[in-house]
């Protein structure tokens, strides 16, 4: 626990770290200096107190399999190296039984969550995702579904001509358990405008997460971040999500994710450093004060950072995904899955307490039968 003591020689960081002790809220202007300061140490050193008070040593993974339904996109965001359209090379949609297939495609009594997302389908009418929610709980009905994004959600609405509220209520009353965070990107519309034009705005993003979390749904949030957005853009993105989530109090985890230029139309960004990796972490933890939890997406992160950023803020690392296809397309060099003997691993070695969890946090227990099937 946190026994060796604050210093840093960036003076503003002491208001701030007096602050964070006392339990004060941080104003967007010293959200601002966090992200400008250059003690990265220092920084971590608050990130991690706010996490050790929230969670001791415990760092949540969970046993989780990713499946994309289909890559077919109406949209073209030049963040995006995963959209294709209809008859684009390399587009696909899995017809039903594909994607129940997938899901027992290594599936084992172990798996205790579905993570489905996938592009805008301009032609799939609702019934298709209501049948693939309602086919995976039938013959899965222990997983947990967390299905589509606050973006796909919106689509889906407008194609059946529904409210955002009715056709949340029509994917819960099928089997939605809860929603991923994906699709936030960053809320300024200038930034949107370039990387994402064709989705919903950052206002309505907010209203589709608000209309969930009344329904009683829980979601996660994530950020786009190290591409054209600027610190201040980041600060408003993070206030905005902690003020829908003193509200409504839907929000489980919040997810920063590292931009990955290859293969989309900004491939000439560079890529992000593990400095900003770190820091985007921990001052997602300082500022997000009524998030439970921020993740360090392993796969977007790489193994080796999201291990360090266990000290640095981040009190949960994802889990096994099995397969993944969003960072793949756009260049990611890491591993596909992973297995729950090395989550436990990177997480035993960070010093830290694995506890494996369900997509609600609640710890699962295993007998070893479980321990060896859970690939
Ligand atoms: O919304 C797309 C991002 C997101 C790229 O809720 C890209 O538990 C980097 O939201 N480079 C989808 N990022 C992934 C996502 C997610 C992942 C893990 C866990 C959870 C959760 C949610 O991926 C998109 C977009 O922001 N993305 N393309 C890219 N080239």
């Known amino acids: 626990m ?6 840093t020689d960036d003076q503003r960081l002491i208001p701030i770290m007096e602050k964070v002790i006392t339990g004060v809220r941080l104003s ?18 608050l990130a991690n107190y706010v996490r050790e008070r929230m969670h001791g040593d415990k760092t949540y993974f969970n046993v989780n399999r990713h499946i994309n339904p289909t890559n077919v996109c109406v949209a073209a965001c030049r ?41 805008l389908h301009p032609d799939l009418p609702f019934q298709y995702f209501l049948d693939l929610i309602s086919g995976l709980k039938e013959r899965f009905p222990q997983v947990h579904l967390k299905a589509f994004t606050m973006v796909e959600v919106a689509y889906l609405a407008k194609r059946a001509k529904l409210s955002i509220r009715e056709t949340l209520q029509q994917l819960k009353d099928a089997g939605v358990d809860s929603l991923p965070g994906g699709g936030a990107e960053i809320f300024a519309d200038r930034v949107r405008h370039i990387i994402c034009d064709h989705k919903i705005d950052g206002d309505q993003w907010l209203e589709t997460a608000r209309l969930a979390h009344q329904l009683g749904m829980k979601s996660n949030a994530t950020m786009l971040y190290g591409h054209i957005e600027t610190d201040e853009d980041r600060v408003d993105h993070l206030l905005k999500l902690r003020a829908l989530q003193d509200e409504t109090g839907g929000f ?19 890529k992000t450093t593990g400095m900003l990796d770190i820091k985007q972490i921990a001052v997602s933890r300082v500022v997000l004060d009524n998030f439970p939890h921020i993740k360090a997406y392993w796969q ?13 803020g ?5 889990g096994t995904v099995v397969e993944e296809k969003i960072y793949h397309d756009a260049g990611a060099t ?4 992973m297995r729950r003997q090395e989550l436990i691993r990177l997480i035993r070695e960070a010093g830290r307490e694995p506890v494996e969890r369900d997509t609600l946090y609640r710890p699962v227990s295993r007998t070893d039968t479980e321990v060896t099937l859970a690939v």
């Open 252 to 270: 489980q985890t919040f997810i920063p994710l590292a931009f990955h230029p290859d293969n989309t139309p900004l491939q000439h960004l560079p």
């Open 300 to 312: 977007m992160m790489t193994p080796k950072i999201a291990q360090i950023s266990l000290r640095f």
């Open 314 to 318: 981040a009190d949960d690392i994802d």
């Open 2 to 7: 946190h026994t060796h003591p604050f210093s």
């Open 28 to 45: 967007a202007a010293a959200a601002l200096t966090l992200y400008q300061s250059g003690d990265i140490l220092a920084v971590g050193w």
């Open 334 to 337: 890491t591993p596909q899955g």
């Open 79 to 119: 963040l995006c190296a995963f959209g294709r359209k209809t008859d684009a090379p390399g587009a696909y949609t899995m017809a039903l039984e594909e994607v129940f297939e997938t899901a027992a495609s290594g599936y084992s009594e172990a798996v205790t969550e579905f993570h489905i997302v996938g592009g």
